[in-house]
């Protein structure tokens, strides 16, 4: 069985799916299926740790014209030459390009087609640049996502959102996954020094692209209040900036240290001297960031926006209401737990997040393709 995932870009500043596609197809490929990764490249000195790590096929198509759209002349030749009998097309991305290119091929040579959401059909994602998703809906998407053989979701409330704007087609649940072992065991001595790491202090850590969907501001504007009661506790803020105007919006605080994009053993560091992790975003349909926290055992303080109830249910941190008392509250409550508290709820965390191995759901992806291989005539 060959498998042909379809994402639009894989830098680092693309976020979620550049990693945990890249991640998926690991597993995937320890799982004997034949995999192919087509995306563009959008920037010329693009960057990936898991893609630089790992033997990963990727074909890279140089984006041609507008950025926005993703448009490449070679894309759609580059994926034909790789069809065999028994293929499969994979779309990570929807709204752009690449994503037309697949279910085009797909409906042309009657290839099966998954096709992944990740968190695209959330009402306030499509009011994110509205009327270009309106019209790339009228276009091609709702066409897509009723021909998909099965609609890939990361979280129960995207088949809801689905069914919101009129899309009934079936629905795999499959999570996205982690991996336990950080294949490090040392920490990076350079960025405990950019950061003048000191044993006694308390690190809240905050890992997401800076955008206003990820609440940053919330943090912000806690810690301004905490910073009144205790001395010790600073916030490590990784992540790339996404939304210049709104970062520049926000309040610019001593103690918080801001570190940009971090990868490898410099993000492991972060992690490993980081007693608190918060993510106080409006919406998440898995929470990539979040699971990495629970792995390395660090209680989680996030919103009913991401699909994390079982941080409430199993004792490993705050599932709040999004609000600013709501996330005051939760901070507050933390700082006042003792290191050995924060310990047992870090260790429940981690036992929450074992059960959600890339190994884990890779296999259930794979048992995916199969099902809809034999109930569907291939190329």
């Given at each position: ?25 690991k ?11 087509f ?14 790590e790992?033997e ?39 709204w752009?390009?690449?994503s ?6 797909a ?13 695209t ?22 066409s897509?996502?009723n ?54 202090k ?18 912000i ?25 709104y970062f ?21 560091t ?14 998440e349909n ?66 929450i ?27």
């Open positions: 069985m060959r498998v042909i995932h379809i994402v639009e870009n894989l830098d680092n500043s693309y976020g979620g799916p550049a990693k945990s596609v890249l991640l998926l197809v597993y995937l490929n320890k799982l004997n299926i034949d995999n192919r990764i995306t563009i490249q959008v920037f010329q000195n693009e960057k990936n740790s898991v893609l630089e790992n990963i096929l990727v074909t890279k198509s140089p984006v041609s014209g507008i950025k926005k759209i993703r448009y490449s002349s070679t894309f759609e030749e580059e994926i034909i030459k790789n069809i065999t009998k028994n293929t499969i097309i994979h779309v990570h991305t929807v752009t390009y690449p037309y290119i697949g279910y085009k091929i409906k042309k040579y009657n290839i099966p087609l998954v096709v992944s959401v990740r968190g059909m959330y009402k306030w994602a499509l009011n994110q640049s509205k009327y270009i998703k309106k019209i790339a809906m009228l276009l091609f998407q709702r897509m996502l021909y998909a053989d099965v609609i890939h979701i990361t979280e129960l409330n995207e088949r809801a959102s689905l069914r919101d704007i009129g899309i009934y087609n079936k629905t795999v649940l499959i999570p996205n996954g982690v991996e336990l072992e950080t294949g490090f065991d040392y920490i990076d001595k350079d960025i405990l020094n950019a950061i003048s790491y000191n044993p006694s308390i690190y809240i850590m905050f890992l997401a692209r800076i955008v206003h969907n990820k609440g940053l501001h919330y943090l504007s806690s810690y301004k209040k905490i910073k009144l009661k205790y001395n010790n506790v600073e916030v490590l803020v990784v992540g790339g900036v996404e939304d210049r105007k520049h919006s926000l309040e610019k605080l001593d103690g918080m240290i801001y570190l940009g994009i971090l990868e490898g053993v410099k993000k492991h972060i992690f490993s001297i980081s007693s608190l992790f918060v993510l106080p975003s409006k919406s898995f929470g990539m960031a979040i699971a990495e926290a629970m792995s390395y055992k660090i209680p989680i303080i996030t919103t009913r926006g991401t699909p994390w109830q079982e941080i409430q249910d199993k004792d490993a941190g705050w599932w709040v209401e999004l609000s600013q008392v709501n996330i005051d509250k939760a901070l507050n409550e933390a700082l006042k737990c003792d290191s050995s508290k924060l310990r047992e709820k870090g260790d429940k965390a981690y036992n997040i074992k059960n959600y191995t890339w190994h884990k759901q890779a296999l259930k992806m794979k048992n995916n393709y199969i099902k809809i291989g034999k109930l569907k005539c291939t190329y």
